[in-house]
């Protein structure tokens, strides 16, 4: 066990233990909240809470585990296995291991182990090691370069892609574009290239619009339009259709104001019909703070989500090598792409996308996936160049 000692050891030393502190604050908060939100069960009403509380622990292990580790050389010396790591995890579901979850096959489920896996959130780590190194690499080669961008492009698209095609599940593959466009933006790719690609998905939208405007997330950006614009003629569909469950989340959230109906007190929260307040401990945990803690339980949660980002930001400005800064500012794109849409949606201004709250949101793989993310981060920090040596980096 002297490994385990040496990587405490190592921890403590030179670990990013605030970077820490704020993932156990925010979780620890988060615990609360699920804690609450899983009160009007019948049966069961602790599960959730201990299986986050273990995945927490876990996750605070993983953490620590992953701050004594090079990253960098790690991916270089196996970037060929992340790869088919991340298309085989992935094609799981696709298996007998496969479970169907809120109409999306994304899980899977290992017999004797307490909790599902999604493996399109464990392999969003891997995928930000190898997608940062791959950008290092172009850079050398000239990144803006027609066969570096298609090389990124097909990267990202394969992952995104593969997502979509094996478990429809677009919120998540939505995450790997945006790290596609962070990651590729922090690497240097020009300007031009995102204003071509604007101009073609609008196009493609144009043109496929006849045969896509039917389908069901197609659906639920439209219900999302309709409500913003006040259209009229579309109020059933906002308020009993695709949009009641953002209906009610709103509904929660501004019946809360400023300090909230009081903890354990919320009634949509604890209400005992399960679709009075949809997905209260996942996508809704927002909306049940914006209930029982109010527009300050809110604040609380912004700040803390947005502490965590800018220390990323801060490590990846501090990193030693162009992978690891890329890496970290990935992670930071991460924890805000999601937090942004998993918000927008309970304030019925972004659509539903199936996304956990980072850090807040029940899940056992999204817990130890976010602390390990962290880990990573914490590891980038504890190789990053001495003030003395940040001028020089270029010399």
């Known amino acids: 066990m002297s490994w385990l000692k040496d990587s405490l050891v190592d921890f403590w030393q030179r670990g990013d233990k605030l970077l820490l ?6 979780s620890g ?4 909240l699920i804690y609450s939100a899983t009160r009007y069960l019948t049966k069961d009403q602790n599960r959730s809470v201990i299986i986050q509380a273990v995945g927490i622990l876990l996750g605070i292990g993983v953490y620590i585990l992953l701050s004594s580790v090079d990253v960098e050389l790690l991916t ?3 970037w060929k296995l992340m790869f088919l790591f991340n298309l085989g995890f992935n094609l799981l579901v696709r298996t007998p291991l496969g479970v169907e979850n809120g109409g999306n096959r994304n899980w899977i489920r290992i017999p004797g182990f307490p909790m599902n896996i999604q493996p399109a959130e464990i392999t969003k780590l891997t995928f930000i090691l190898l997608f940062a190194y791959q950008c290092a690499k172009l850079q050398k080669k000239g990144i803006s370069k027609i066969p570096s961008v298609a090389q990124l492009v097909c990267h990202a698209g394969l992952m995104a892609g593969l997502i979509v095609v094996v478990s429809g599940d677009f919120g998540t593959a939505l995450v790997y574009l945006f790290l596609f466009l962070v990651m590729t933006w922090c690497s240097g790719v ?26 069901y997330f197609i659906e639920r950006i439209t219900v999302v339009i309709d409500h913003i614009t006040g259209n009229q003629e579309t109020l059933f569909a906002q308020t009993q259709g695709r949009g009641w469950q953002q209906t009610r989340s709103i509904l929660a959230i501004g019946s809360g104001g400023l300090w909230g109906q009081g903890y354990m007190q ?11 307040l949809n997905a209260r401990s996942t996508d809704e945990i927002f909306a049940v703070c914006g209930e029982e803690l109010g527009l300050v339980g809110c604040m609380v949660i912004i700040l803390l989500l947005a502490a965590i980002i800018i220390r990323c930001i801060w490590v990846a ?14 992670y930071a794109g991460m924890i805000l792409f999601q937090s942004v849409l998993n918000i927008g949606m ?3 201004v972004l ?12 899940g056992g793989s999204s817990i130890i996936t976010m602390f390990a993310a962290m880990g990573v981060v914490s590891s980038v920090k504890t190789r990053s160049l001495p003030s003395w040596l940040k001028d020089r980096r270029n010399l």
Request: hydrophobic content about 45%; overall charge positive.
């Open 21 to 26: 502190s704020l993932c156990l604050c925010a």
């Open 29 to 32: 908060y988060g615990l609360i």
């Open 76 to 78: 270089e010396k196996s």
């Open 190 to 215: 020009k300007l031009r290239w995102y204003v071509l690609a604007t101009a073609v998905c609008v196009v493609g939208i144009v043109v496929a619009w006849p045969h896509i405007k039917d389908m």
């Open 266 to 276: 919320g009634i949509q929260t604890q209400s005992p019909y399960e679709n009075s």
């Open 317 to 330: 400005k501090q990193a030693s090598s162009p992978m690891t800064a890329i890496a970290a500012a990935g």
């Open 346 to 348: 309970c304030i019925y």
């Open 351 to 362: 659509p539903i996308v199936g996304l956990p709250l980072p850090f807040f949101s029940y």
